[in-house]
């Protein structure tokens, strides 16, 4: 089993940046990926960003990219996603999720596990 644990979600103004956390642990695995994914309200979830953890290769939807850093802290089995220029469209669920074999893929069914999410809404 693999816990997932995300914070750093909040409510902040257009244009503000916002940094979200997932810590992962339980199992051990010496290669995975992890990704981000999110949720607006009446929307079905989708790919923001993802990490391979071996090689710290990274991919964004294009929404997010340029504005939006995936980034991962071997030694705390933590990643991180560095929100910059947040528009209220970012507005979301967002939820972290491990996928073992590693592969890192914008699907959702490539993922085994994902946490509970946390919250971001941007104002205008």
């Known amino acids: 089993q693999v816990q997932l644990v995300e914070s750093g979600g909040g409510l902040v103004q257009a244009g503000a940046s916002l940094r979200l956390s997932c810590a992962a642990s339980?199992?051990?695995?010496?290669?995975?990926?992890m990704g981000w994914f999110r949720q607006a309200p009446g929307k079905e979830r989708e790919f923001v960003a993802s990490?391979?953890?071996?090689?710290?290769?990274?991919y964004y939807a294009d929404s997010v990219k340029g504005r939006f850093t995936i980034s991962r802290d071997n030694a705390k089995n933590t990643v991180y996603l560095q929100m910059n220029s947040l528009k209220t469209e970012d507005t979301a669920v967002y939820s972290c999720?491990?996928?073992?074999w590693g592969a890192g893929t914008e699907a959702e069914a490539s993922y085994q596990y994902r946490g509970q999410g946390t919250q971001v809404t941007v104002s205008s």
């Open positions: 999720a491990v996928d073992l």
């Open positions: 339980g199992r051990t695995f010496s290669s995975y990926a």
């Open positions: 990490i391979r953890w071996s090689s710290g290769r990274t």
